[in-house]
């Protein structure tokens, strides 16, 4: 008879004893699980304000007098919708002046800083929609190619205005397929240049805020994580 109460006796401290160990295994991993909550929540938190850079290239539709626009765009985007900015935009040397009017004039250099203003209509998870508006000044320099006034440099001032839209396709969260289509307005020209009208442009896109959340995620936190409850259960 006490032989059979005290097995009874330590099969029920083994059962407490366990038990105990279980539920603080349990506050011990429901901890860490709300600490890796709070890491990415903090990591993947909303920001109003947050910078932006973009590499612009645009080509133009006119076959007879073929253009393309290089850039670098940076500014802030407020709130996810709204961006403001600047570029910087030069004649790339695949662009041409050869229409019969302005083949009298070439082009030596040809660039201008502008403004802009981009709201973002659409933001899904596959697909992006925004709508960017802009308007600059700068200035380009050239050469007279007529008979009669060969070898004088001139220079004169330009205006561009522009707006377009752009569509980003996105297979995956960080990596898409970007394009645009505008028209660009260029006033004040004095028919010594061509390059205003519509045009395009094709590219990537790439998010590397968002490549560095789910590095900083998965790869440190997430990982941390897992070790940590790893250890809760080996003890």
Do not use: C
Request: charge should be positive; aromatic fraction near 18%.
């Amino acid at each position: 008879m006490r032989f059979l109460l005290s097995v009874i006796s330590l099969l029920f401290v083994f059962q407490f004893s366990f038990a105990q160990q279980y539920f603080r295994s349990k506050i011990m991993i429901d901890s860490l699980t709300k600490k890796l909550e709070e890491d990415s929540a903090h990591t993947y938190r909303f920001k109003k304000l947050r910078p932006y850079l973009n590499i612009d290239s645009r080509n133009s539709f006119n076959r007879v007098n073929p253009t393309s626009f290089s850039g670098l765009q940076y500014g802030v985007r407020v709130n996810e919708f709204h961006t403001f900015g600047m570029g910087l935009y030069t004649l790339t040397k695949f662009s041409f002046n050869n229409t019969p009017i302005d083949a009298i004039l070439k082009i030596n250099r040809l660039g201008y800083i502008n403004v802009f203003y981009e709201y973002m209509l659409l933001n899904k998870k596959y697909f992006r929609i925004t709508f960017p508006f802009e308007i600059g000044v700068g200035g380009f320099q050239g050469q007279l190619q007529d008979t009669l006034s060969q070898g004088i440099n001139i220079s004169k001032l330009i205006m561009p205005m522009g707006a377009s839209a752009k569509f980003i396709v996105k297979p995956v969260r960080w990596f898409g397929i970007s394009s645009m289509i505008g028209y660009q307005y260029i006033p004040y020209r004095q028919t010594l240049i061509n390059y205003d009208g519509l045009y395009y442009s094709l590219g990537i896109w790439i998010d590397f805020r968002l490549i560095y959340r789910d590095v900083k995620y998965f790869k440190f936190q997430k990982k941390k994580y897992r070790r940590a409850v790893k250890s809760v259960l080996a003890t």
